[in-house]
């Protein structure tokens, strides 16, 4: 039996990191609803693909012969659970411009749409490329399938980019969506870095290369994959608390709108002592 390198204790620590971060996304997912909060929905995928990868990697180092198709395993999940990260950044850009705009330009659905559909074929890809390269560690079809899905990862990439980049500076913000924009901003330069360690990673045929998930440079790995991660997972989080927020305003604008229409069918005015009164019971 193999002992732990430095990537195998990594993996412990994303273990932890992920476990309460997963439990915590499903709480929200459970609390605000899966449809509504879509954001909570995909960090909790990227929590699950990330415990995976990092369990393949405590595995395959505590193994004396690792099998070509567990490390073929690691390195696909590691390389499609750049996915969800960028579809929980989709929804909360569309939240975004839910609240900004009440209701989505048909051109931006459209765009919104195109880049699911493009990061789907993107997580096809890579599971197909990566099943291939288990079989046989040098072949060319499974490296171009890797290729080409990170590829389409990073065209997604810049469009949200220009997307955010565009609500930023042209759209009539206000406070609650220029603040989910803002946050979304943050984390794109940390997830383009993560992406620039996966590309290098995908476009190198050796398992020798300093990018390797399993093999390469340990403080490459923990400063340009791991950390990244973590910062865009915080970051989001956070962006996720403005939703809970919004949500939270939405409810209680919802039940005075009620009330007013109410007092108003009844000959009160929405702003004369009997509405107030209505207020302070309820």
Same mark, same amino acid.
């Given at each position: 039996m193999g002992s732990l390198t430095a990537h195998g204790y990594i993996a412990i620590v994303e273990i932890v990191i992920y476990v309460i971060t997963l439990t915590y996304s499903i709480?929200?997912?459970?609390?605000?609803?899966?449809?509504?909060?879509?954001?909570?929905?995909?960090? @909790?995928?990227?929590?699950?693909?990330?415990?995976?990868? /990092?369990?393949l990697v405590?595995?395959?180092?505590? +193994?004396?012969?690792? +099998? @070509?198709?567990?490390?073929?395993?690691?390195? &696909?999940?590691? @390389?499609?659970?750049? &996915?969800?990260?960028h579809l929980a950044l989709l929804g909360f850009l569309t939240t975004s411009a839910q609240l900004a705009l009440g209701e989505i330009p048909e051109n931006f659905t459209k765009l919104f749409r195109l880049c699911r559909v493009v990061l789907l074929v993107a997580i096809i890809l890579g599971i197909v490329g990566g099943n291939k390269l288990a079989d046989d560690s040098v072949s060319q079809t499974g490296h171009t399938m890797s290729r080409v899905s990170i590829s389409l990862i990073v065209g997604v990439f810049v469009v949200l980019t220009l997307v955010t980049l565009y609500f930023l500076?042209?759209?009539?913000?206000?406070?609650?969506?220029?603040?989910?924009?803002?946050?979304?901003?943050?984390?794109?330069?940390?997830?383009?870095?993560?992406?620039?360690?996966?590309?290098?990673?995908?476009?190198? /045929?050796? &398992?020798?290369?300093?990018?390797?998930?399993?093999?390469?440079?340990?403080?490459?790995?923990?400063?340009?994959g791991v950390i990244m991660e973590f910062i865009v997972v915080a970051v989001l989080t956070a962006t996720g608390f403005k939703l809970q927020k919004y949500s939270g305003k939405e409810k209680m604008v919802d039940r005075r709108s009620a009330l007013e229409y109410e007092l108003r069918q009844a000959g009160y005015g929405v702003h004369g002592r009997a509405l107030r009164n209505a207020e302070t019971i309820e």
């Open positions: 709480t929200n997912c459970l609390r605000y609803g899966f449809k509504r909060q879509a954001g909570w929905v995909y960090l @909790s995928f990227f929590c699950v693909l990330r415990l995976c990868a /990092s369990v405590i595995i395959v180092e505590k +193994s004396s012969h690792p +099998s @070509s198709a567990m490390i073929a395993a690691e390195v &696909t999940v590691s @390389s499609i659970a750049l &996915t969800p990260l500076i042209f759209a009539q913000l206000d406070s609650q969506s220029r603040a989910l924009t803002i946050g979304i901003a943050v984390a794109l330069p940390f997830l383009l870095v993560r992406i620039i360690y996966a590309l290098v990673n995908a476009f190198s /045929s050796s &398992t020798a290369n300093k990018f390797n998930d399993l093999t390469g440079d340990w403080v490459i790995y923990l400063v340009m």
